[in-house]
C-alpha cells in the first residue's frame, strides 16, 4: 500500500493555459474521487469514477474541467483556459467501495497568476 | 440540504490540556461520520469514522468522537494534546446516494507549550 499518488505536488501557471493533474489511487481501489480546496476552507467534491465510469460530477465542475480514468487506474484532470479562480489545491482520494475508507492525496498545488 | 458545521475556526489550548472540537451535521438519513486532520501544505488524513454500532468511536493518535442522533452532532475529543496535534481538523458527513463526503469548513487547532 503506496498511498494515493499525485502529481505534480505545486504548478504554477499563467491565466489561460491549461493544465493537467495525475492521479494514481491506492491499488486495486475501485473508487477514486477529486476535490478542490480554498484557503481556510474544508475540500469541495468535484468528480468521482467507480472504475473507468464517472457517476457523479459537481456543479462546481465546469466545462473548463474534464476528468478522466481510462482504464480504471490512474485518473487525470484537466483544467482548460485556466482562471485566477482555480487557484486552489486539488486533492485525489480513493477508496475500495462505499463503506470503506476514504484515502487521501497529499494534494495538487495550483496557483494561476 | 445536507451540510456539516464546525462552530470554531480557531481554537487554542495548552500542552497537556483536554481537547473537544464540535462538529454538527444536517443529514436526513443515517449518518456515516468522518474526522480528517490536516497538517499546513499536505492532504487529508482519516483520524476515525462512524458507522453504525457504539457511538463512541477510537480513532488514532488518542483520539475518540461521540455521535449524538439527537443533537445531531459528532464532537471529537482528546484528553490530553501534545504540540504535535497542531493542525487543521475537519468533519464530514458521507452522502450516500452520491458518493461523496461533505465537510466542514473546518477547526484550526493551535498548541501553547
Known amino acids: 500500500d503506496t498511498g494515493v499518488s499525485q502529481d505534480p505536488r505545486h504548478k504554477i501557471t499563467k491565466r489561460g493555459q491549461n493544465v493537467t493533474f495525475r492521479c494514481d489511487p491506492i491499488?486495486?481501489?475501485?473508487?477514486l474521487y477529486w476535490y478542490r480546496q480554498t484557503l481556510g476552507q474544508g475540500p469541495e467534491f468535484l468528480t468521482y469514477f467507480q472504475n473507468e465510469a464517472q457517476l457523479e460530477k459537481s456543479r462546481l465542475l465546469s466545462d473548463r474541467f474534464s476528468a478522466e480514468r481510462p482504464k480504471g487506474s490512474f485518473s487525470t484532470l484537466e483544467i482548460q483556459r485556466t482562471e485566477q479562480g482555480d487557484s486552489a489545491m486539488y486533492l485525489c482520494?480513493?477508496?475500495?467501495?462505499?463503506?470503506?475508507?476514504?484515502?487521501f492525496g497529499e494534494g495538487s498545488w495550483l496557483t494561476v497568476v | 440540504a445536507q451540510s456539516v458545521t464546525q462552530p470554531d475556526i480557531h481554537i487554542t489550548v495548552s500542552e497537556g490540556a483536554s481537547l473537544e472540537l464540535r462538529c454538527n451535521y444536517s443529514?436526513?438519513?443515517?449518518?456515516?461520520l468522518f474526522w480528517y486532520v490536516q497538517s499546513p501544505g499536505q492532504g487529508l488524513q482519516l483520524l476515525l469514522k462512524?458507522?453504525?454500532?457504539?457511538?463512541l468511536v477510537q480513532g488514532i493518535k488518542g483520539f475518540e468522537a461521540e455521535f449524538k442522533r439527537s443533537q445531531s452532532s459528532f464532537n471529537l475529543r482528546k484528553p490530553s494534546v501534545h504540540w504535535s496535534d497542531a493542525a487543521e481538523y475537519f468533519c464530514a458527513v458521507l452522502i450516500q446516494g452520491a458518493q461523496k463526503l461533505v465537510f466542514g469548513q473546518g477547526t484550526r487547532l493551535t498548541i501553547n507549550p
Open positions: 443529514y436526513g438519513a443515517t449518518p456515516y
Open positions: 462512524y458507522f453504525s454500532g457504539d457511538t
Open positions: 491499488s486495486e481501489h475501485n473508487r
Open positions: 482520494a480513493s477508496s475500495l467501495g462505499f463503506g470503506n475508507t476514504i484515502y
